[in-house]
């Protein structure tokens, strides 16, 4: 089914589509317990306290109630579906191996609200989530059997993954998700593009990049949210998001296994393209669970022309 942006033939509701596609039924429980979690994220995000937690996250950074909370939520989703193995979450420092009744089936890596230091300027967050067979977390992001990310918006949006193709679901009245567009595709040129990072900190080829894609008329869009500015280059279908290696940071800032895999795994089903800058994200084998990497990631055209200007200057 095609369904056009914003119609769908009648409404298929998540649970239904993922039937529908006759994937694992395992899969498809933990899909639903990751979705359900979202309904009581978007509650604390709407009530919660923005203050601090008093604790620091998986990186040393100071974490904020929501983070914690959220990332409790999810963990209780995630133990509570009988299918996870092994989880790993970038607000909890220690890799989670799951005791309860379970068939280990899955290992699920996630970010459970991404951008959180946006909420108290009322921006938008989303929630990142990696999935993996098995019990294995260190495994490159090629291997993901479904990723997704449910952006807390105007409009609760979720958009996944599994291998075919990449769909798009809106959260309705009854706070259940409805499919919205199926098959979502990165077709054209990059109408927006999103520097991350400090300009004065790019290396050459980076700033022969920026002042390229500068010329190709597209217009900046930046909120400092990652799920957002991913969102917003995946549904006008083409753009270009960056957070590039920095002259005092070459890793540049962005966590591999919680935030670069999953939105590499769903940019690639969807046509486009994702790389450190000299290979693809998805081929980067992890070493630690804290690893970061440089990111470009969007439209092929432009992922290539920033692989180019890399090769050549730096
Ligand atoms: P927080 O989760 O600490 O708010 O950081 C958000 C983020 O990891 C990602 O969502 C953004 O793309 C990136 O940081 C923005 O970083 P800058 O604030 O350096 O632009």
Same mark, same amino acid.
């Given at each position: ?41 978007? &509650? ?11 604790? $620091? ?25 009988? *299918? ?16 309860? @009744? $379970? ?26 989530? $990696? ?19 449910? %952006? ?42 999103? @520097? ?18 500068? &010329? ?11 799920? @957002? ?16 290696? %920095?002259?005092? $940071? @070459? ?9 670069? &895999? ?22 980067? *084998? ?29």
């Amino acid at each position: 089914m095609n369904a056009e942006r914003g119609k769908t033939r009648f409404q298929i509701d998540l649970r239904r589509y993922l039937r529908e596609q006759s994937i694992d039924r395992d899969l498809i429980r933990l899909i639903c317990e990751i979705s359900d979690a979202s309904k009581y994220i978007i &509650n604390s995000i709407r009530t919660g306290d923005l203050g601090v937690a008093g604790t $620091s996250n998986l990186y040393g950074e100071k974490q904020l109630a929501l983070d914690v909370l959220s990332d409790r939520i999810i963990q209780k989703r995630l133990k509570f579906s009988g *299918v996870v193995a092994n989880i790993v979450s970038e607000e909890t420092p220690e890799i989670i191996s799951v005791s309860e @009744p $379970s068939n280990r089936r899955y290992s699920v890596l996630f970010d459970p609200l991404d951008g959180s230091s946006l909420v108290d300027v009322n921006l938008a967050v989303g929630t990142i989530v $990696s999935i993996y067979e098995g019990e294995s977390v260190l495994q490159a992001g090629r291997n993901q059997v479904a990723a997704l990310y449910i %952006l807390y918006g105007p409009r609760t949006t979720m958009v996944l993954s599994f291998g075919s193709g990449v769909h798009e679901f809106a959260m309705n009245q009854l706070m259940d998700y409805d499919l919205v567009t199926e098959n979502l595709t990165m077709a054209g040129p990059a109408r927006v593009y999103s @520097p991350g990072g400090m300009r004065s900190r790019y290396s050459s080829g980076t700033e022969k990049f920026i002042q390229y894609i500068e &010329n190709t008329g597209a217009k900046l869009r930046y909120s400092g949210g990652f799920v @957002p500015d991913i969102n917003q280059v995946l549904i006008k279908r083409g753009g270009l998001f960056m957070y590039p290696h %920095l002259t005092d $940071s @070459p890793q540049g800032k962005l966590r591999t296994l919680f935030e670069l &895999n999953p939105m590499a795994y769903l940019i690639e089903q969807a046509g486009g393209a994702a790389s450190t800058g000299r290979q693809p994200i998805l081929d980067v *084998v992890p070493q630690a669970i804290d690893d970061r990497a440089p990111i470009f990631i969007g439209s092929k055209a432009e992922v290539a022309m920033a692989e180019k200007f890399i090769a050549e200057h730096g």
